[in-house]
């Protein structure tokens, strides 16, 4: 049996007709810049998460940026952000010509760890950018809580996690502001990149509207030195068919991780994502740790299993952040964690003997050789 990590043919196939509508309704507008297609899955998008205000740009990098760009949290600002999430976080930061200040996560939730945030602040901290990764939300009460008290923002980065919540919020609109990515492999993903920002903060979407549109309000009157990062208007199509289903596939990973989870307890070497409250974690990733996560990983590619590694190197040893001085031991939990995680295959569609054979490839792995 083969098992791709993700099956994005079969993951298109399976809304084709909603797509070709939308492909249709877009080629017979004929309108390919910004438009009716790009405001209503803005519409759409801001009531799924409960914000006020939703701006579709260009990809999720995109979204940190110009959100940070809006706050103007640029040159001399510090930004605290997790050592172990995926590079974007981290140059959106350096984009805005602020500095990146690593936190390091609570290893058993691989996010960052609210008490160590404080020891982190100095006088020119101006926020703090959670991720919720994987797909499981970032501690938001404490973290708010902290930034109320220091007069910082928050600026989440949802980009993994579609349709997650805290309480009854939706993650998106429990910070300042939200980051978020239709990368075609994310919960909810594009025919190519796609992005957006979610804010309560009416002033905040009114800059990110203007600086994502060569900050111009209108054509050819530009108020400020903007960027060219519009959701395309097909894209948004693309979306807004597919977003009907987001629930539907939600629950479809929430139900294969719980089949994990009761499969691979008790295997020893093993370690199991934690058992996050249900609606708190909508699984963009499932990710196991293994002392022989290498060895591991042949394994299961042995057994067909494709398997992917998020993300073998932290930021902080980045080839792309050497002029920054980090030094390899600086940021531990985040390298253990890059030395031993392994995400194995999840996504909607994922039939029960599919997971069956996963579960036992996994199993059947003898390490120590
Ligand atoms: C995917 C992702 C991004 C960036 O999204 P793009 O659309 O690829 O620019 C940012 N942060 C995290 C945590 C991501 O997973």
């Known amino acids: ?92 930061i350096t984009y805005a010509g602020a500095v990146a200040v690593p936190v390091e996560p609570d290893e058993a939730t691989f996010n960052l760890d609210p008490a160590l945030i404080e020891a982190a602040i100095t006088p020119r901290t101006r926020a703090i950018m959670p991720v919720h990764l994987h797909g499981r939300a970032a501690a938001m009460r404490e973290i708010r809580e902290i930034a ?25 609109a429990i910070g300042d502001a939200a980051g978020w990515s239709f990368y075609p492999g994310k919960n909810l993903g594009a025919l190519g990149d796609a992005g957006g920002v979610t804010t309560n903060d009416d002033a905040i979407a009114d800059r990110v509207r203007l600086l994502r549109n060569y900050g111009s309000r209108a054509k050819y009157f530009n108020e400020v030195q903007g960027y060219n990062s519009r959701l395309d208007p097909l894209q948004a199509a693309f979306l807004s ?18 089949r994990y989870n009761a499969g691979l307890k008790n295997v020893a070497g093993l370690t ?46 980045s080839g792309a952040f050497q002029s920054e001085g980090w030094k390899k031991g600086q940021f531990p939990i985040a390298e253990r964690i890059a030395d031993t995680v392994l995400s194995i295959p999840l ?17 059947s792995f003898k390490g120590g050789r």
């Open 1 to 92: 049996m083969k098992v791709p990590f993700l099956d994005m043919i079969k993951a298109t196939a399976s809304v084709r007709k909603e797509l070709d509508g939308a492909y249709d309704r877009v080629l017979n507008a004929g309108q390919f810049i910004l438009g009716a297609e790009v405001s209503s899955f803005e519409t759409a998008w801001a009531k799924m998460v409960g914000a006020r205000h939703c701006i579709g740009v260009g990809n999720g990098l995109d979204a940190l940026h110009l959100i940070l760009k809006a706050y103007e949290i640029g040159e001399g600002a510090e930004v605290i952000v997790p050592s172990n999430t995926y590079i974007a976080t981290h140059l959106a």
């Open 272 to 317: 199991l994502p934690p058992l996050t409250p249900a609606a708190e974690c909508v699984w963009h990733l499932y990710v196991v740790r293994h002392a022989e996560r290498d060895a591991l990983q042949r394994h299961l590619s042995d057994c067909g299993v494709e398997t992917l590694i998020h993300y073998p190197v932290p930021p902080h040893l």
């Open 148 to 172: 109320a008290a220091k007069g910082l923002k928050v600026i989440e980065d949802a980009a993994q996690a579609h349709g997650a919540k805290v309480g009854s919020a939706s993650v998106g």
């Open 347 to 363: 996504y909607p569609g994922m039939t029960d003997d599919v997971v069956s054979h996963v579960v036992e490839s996994i199993k």
């Open 241 to 258: 068919a597919k977003l009907p289903f987001l629930d539907g596939w939600i629950r479809e990973r929430q139900a294969i991780a719980e």
